[in-house]
């Protein structure tokens, strides 16, 4: 069903390299009000074009020319009277004359309409540029107002534009050259309010520039908090001496969302939905970015930004926030991960003084990466991995596939292992509770736990060790463990790693840190589906108790996870980003019912979190609560399902 991107904070916008010739204004204007067209078709009516599109930005001294400047100025209005007739915005580059001097200048068009006109600020003057030879810098120019045709137009690198009704969209105005400057405009728009910057630019192509040009902007974009739209002029730029690719791009926050190809010489576009109210969220979450302050105030130009209802998102939207696509970008991931448990754990034992740890082993994937970590911090600190007390605690849903992993993993690792069966002692305290061990209920599941956990600090205590923890963020955050048994620890190792990047870990440190029989146990450790084991087996053998049976799959919780925590998003926001990331994976309405159990768990378990130990962050999502996350324990739920309920 089609829905308005601004109702959930998105802005559609692109950027245009249109195909152009050399003082050829009637040819480039024709092409930049089909290329407003073709972006209103697709839903975007917002478009930036490069710098001196109108005229080309190559042609050198006929910018002297008073008959291009004429046509320069006639050009500029014609796509001022275009974007009335199509609802859209646009910035395009023109050069302008006023007061006998010339700039190099962006007119901001909406509505039929020139708002402001911005002058670029640095004009280079070296290597391949000229520009200082034609052109007059806007540096000292604020607070003016020029006429245009009998209209007082803004003038002036103090403007920024408003769109009405959208709080989170104020759009700001630099020009290529201001990009590549010690103190980028952009910065002072930034923090003066501008979460999208529209940078015009007639960028040269030459070798390595492409790469550099995409680091600049994801940098600029993630230094500013803002989306950035950058628009560069094309091959039809004369060849003379340099050759023009037209590589515009579109980025956000670090990251580069779209991008044109290069060397076309028909028109090239680019659009995405730029996610502007969360900007102004990670503003907020800033207080680095609220401490700055401007040089100069910025005059604040309201206009009108159409939009039409969409059926999906332009935007990349990955299914699982917390792993990266690219198998070396996820094995560095993994590496760093790894690095970060076992030296946290690491200076934990010198702290303490104590040279032996202690971990219950299930043979499931998170006591596995948290041996993993156990066996690599002890070799790092000269510690004979026998001084690693691995202890097995079968219980009535323990079964011979998880209990064999388990010892034989351990035999591989060459740790001490023990096996400490619970069934009678279990049963033991249910006559004494008088609780019938044929009830099979929280009970049942959460005696299991604590007699595990008092096990392993008793001999903990014994062996005068640490107790290892092993439960993972993503556990944490559904407050999927029992209070006081393997929710708690002498230090946990696991609880900065979502569930969805625990087997990747696993998976890392079989191929690169532990080989030979080992790996082929991490590899069937990986394969063994998610439980804790805590129900009677069936009579072959198998537990039927699947954890994502219960709570829901694991990939859809990290998903919200990361955006309601990271990202700060609402639910409904949530979950339209969700129902398009796992598209013909998971239903609209499924993903819901989920997502409901994901605040109902989240909210009602904070106590869990509130008394967790100690343990390192490792992403840049954490729960400790003397970390990133401060949450009353008894804080209400009800808000965030009512507006769950509200979009149904």
Request: hydrophobic share 40%.
């Amino acid at each position: 069903m089609p829905f308005h991107p601004s109702v959930y904070g998105f802005l559609r916008a692109g950027v245009a390299s249109p195909e152009l010739e050399v003082a050829g204004i009637d040819r480039n204007c024709a092409a930049i009000c089909r290329a407003i067209d073709k972006a209103a078709t697709e839903g975007c009516f917002f478009l930036v074009f490069p710098e001196l599109a109108v005229t080309a930005y190559s042609c050198a001294d006929l910018f002297l020319q008073k008959t291009l400047l004429d046509g320069a100025r006639e050009g500029v209005a014609q796509i001022a009277r275009h974007t009335a007739a199509c609802g859209a915005t646009a910035i395009v580059g023109a050069p302008f004359l006023d007061a006998g001097k010339l700039y190099n200048c962006a007119f901001f068009l909406s509505s039929g309409k020139i708002l402001g006109i911005v002058p670029k600020i640095h004009l280079p003057a070296t290597l391949e540029f000229y520009e200082e030879r034609w052109f007059t810098s806007g540096q000292a120019i604020l607070g003016e107002k020029v006429d245009w045709h009998g209209e007082a137009v803004p003038f002036g690198v103090d403007l920024l534009f408003a769109a009405a009704g959208r709080p989170a969209c104020r759009i700001g105005i630099e020009i290529c050259e201001d990009l590549w400057s010690p103190h980028p405009p952009s910065s002072r728009m930034a923090t003066a309010g501008a979460t999208l910057i529209a940078n015009l630019s007639a960028s040269p192509e030459t070798l390595g520039k492409e790469e550099y040009r995409r680091a600049l902007l994801r940098s600029q974009s993630a230094r500013c908090l803002a989306a950035y739209l950058y628009a560069s002029a094309g091959p039809g730029e004369s060849t003379t001496d340099l050759v023009f690719s037209g590589h515009s791009l579109i980025a956000e926050n670090g990251a580069i969302l779209a991008e044109t190809e290069r060397f076309r010489f028909e028109t090239a576009m680019a659009i995405a939905d730029v996610d502007l109210e969360r900007m102004t969220t990670e503003r907020q979450r800033s207080n680095t970015f609220a401490s700055a302050t401007g040089s100069h105030p910025f005059r604040v130009i309201p206009f009108d930004l159409h939009e039409e209802g969409i059926s999906r998102l332009r935007r990349p939207i990955a299914p699982d926030p917390f792993v990266p696509p690219r198998q070396e970008e996820r094995d560095q991931r993994c590496r760093e991960i790894f690095a970060i448990q076992t030296t946290g754990l690491a200076k934990r034992l010198l702290h303490t003084g104590l040279d032996k740890v202690v971990i219950g082993v299930s043979g499931g994937i998170d006591s596995t990466l948290a041996l993993l970590v156990a066996v690599k911090a002890c070799d790092r600190l000269d510690i004979d991995r026998g001084h690693i007390l691995a202890v097995t605690l079968p219980g009535f849903g323990t079964t011979s596939r998880t209990r064999g992993n388990a010892e034989k993993l351990c035999r591989e690792l060459g740790v001490a292992f023990r096996e400490i069966p619970i069934v009678e002692a279990v049963r033991r305290h249910f006559r004494d509770i008088g609780h019938p061990d044929t009830r099979h209920d929280v009970v049942f599941e959460n005696a299991q736990a604590r007699e595990r956990t008092q096990i392993l600090m008793d001999l903990a205590n014994q062996v005068d060790g640490l107790v290892i923890g092993t439960g993972d963020l993503s556990e944490l955050a559904l407050g999927w463990c029992t209070y006081n048994a393997d929710q708690m620890s002498m230090y946990n190792v696991n609880g900065g790693v979502p569930k969805t990047l625990v087997r990747y870990v696993v998976s890392w440190c079989a191929e690169t840190e532990f080989g030979g029989a080992a790996a082929a146990t991490l590899a069937d450790i990986c394969a063994t589906p998610v439980s804790p084991e805590l129900l009677p087996v069936d009579g072959r053998g198998e537990n039927p108790q699947q954890t994502e049976r219960q709570i829901g799959p694991y990939r859809l919780h990290d998903f919200f996870l990361y955006h309601a925590l990271r990202l700060h998003f609402p639910p409904r926001k949530i979950l339209l980003l969700a129902a398009q990331a796992f598209d013909g994976e998971y239903g609209k309405e499924e993903i819901r019912r989920w997502l409901i159990l994901f605040y109902r768990r989240f909210f009602s378990q904070q106590f869990k979190r509130s008394a967790m130990p100690d343990g390192p962050k490792v992403g840049s999502v954490a729960l400790s609560p003397r970390g990133d996350w401060r949450m009353p324990s008894d804080a209400c739920a009800a808000l965030w399902l009512k507006e769950l309920e509200a979009d149904h």
